[in-house]
């Protein structure tokens, strides 16, 4: 049986183009998911990452095994097609580099970077992506709109302000917090915008902004 005749038969796949409500909710979910398993748990946030990378390294060979068995395929898009997207079928899902950008950052940033670079992905990205889907009118680059990228420099900023002031509040002038949210609000927005390069956003939003993270930290001294 062709792989591709499946979906027309049982499942609708949504496109990129969609709005996807069920995904983004299942994006959220998962994210406030993990954080409740570590909170009920004894681990270190390194351990979690290392765990979560070796999860990513199944995942894609799992996912190499359902790409060449259409049997295997058929079971998978049945369970879990309501969260893929139409070129899911064929191409190895979100899964993997969202296990392999959330393991990186918890495995090799400072906590609190690593923790926001996570808060940026679970929260930031779906939000600037159904606003640029619903009020986007202005594109500076294929699929990202003027209005969801200022979403996306939105949610991050404030999740860049919240989390730091109850972090370290009052022990950081007020000034500093302001530039590091600011700042905050831009490296998700362009972590998120690097994604068009065929890089996969749930890969180079907790990635990238830990980067971008640490280096306005190494200057500010927040954390």
């Known amino acids: 049986m062709d792989i591709n005749s499946y979906s027309s038969e049982e499942t ?3 496109k990129r183009s969609d709005m996807h409500l069920l995904r983004k909710l299942w994006h959220v979910g998962t994210g406030v998911a993990g954080f409740i398993a570590y909170s009920s748990t004894n681990f270190s946030l390194e351990q979690v990452g290392r765990g979560l990378v070796f999860f990513s390294v199944l995942s ?20 879990m ?19 392999l950008g959330v393991g990186i950052a918890l495995s090799f940033f400072h ?7 996570v808060l940026f992905l679970i ?17 500076i680059l294929p699929n990202k709109s003027i209005e969801g990228c200022l979403a996306g420099f939105i949610v991050c ?4 302000y919240s989390f730091t002031a109850l972090s ?5 002038p007020e ?48 954390f």
Do not use: C, H
């Open 12 to 14: 609708t796949f949504q």
């Open 60 to 79: 894609l060979i799992f996912e190499s095994f359902r790409l060449r068995n259409p049997g295997l395929n058929r079971v998978v898009l049945n369970v």
């Open 81 to 99: 097609g309501p969260f893929m997207r139409e070129g899911e079928k064929n191409r190895v899902s979100g899964l993997p580099f969202y296990a």
């Open 111 to 117: 906590q609190p970077v690593a923790l926001l670079s």
């Open 123 to 139: 929260f930031a990205d779906p939000i600037s992506s159904m606003v640029g889907l619903r009020f986007g009118k202005k594109k």
């Open 157 to 160: 900023g404030f999740l860049t």
């Open 168 to 172: 370290v509040m009052p022990f950081i």
């Open 175 to 222: 000034w500093k917090l302001i530039i590091f949210s600011i700042s905050g609000g831009l490296i998700g927005m362009l972590s998120e915008m690097a994604s068009v390069y065929n890089l996969d956003d749930n890969f180079t939003i907790p990635v990238f902004s830990s980067i971008g993270l640490s280096i306005i930290n190494s200057f500010l001294i927040i």
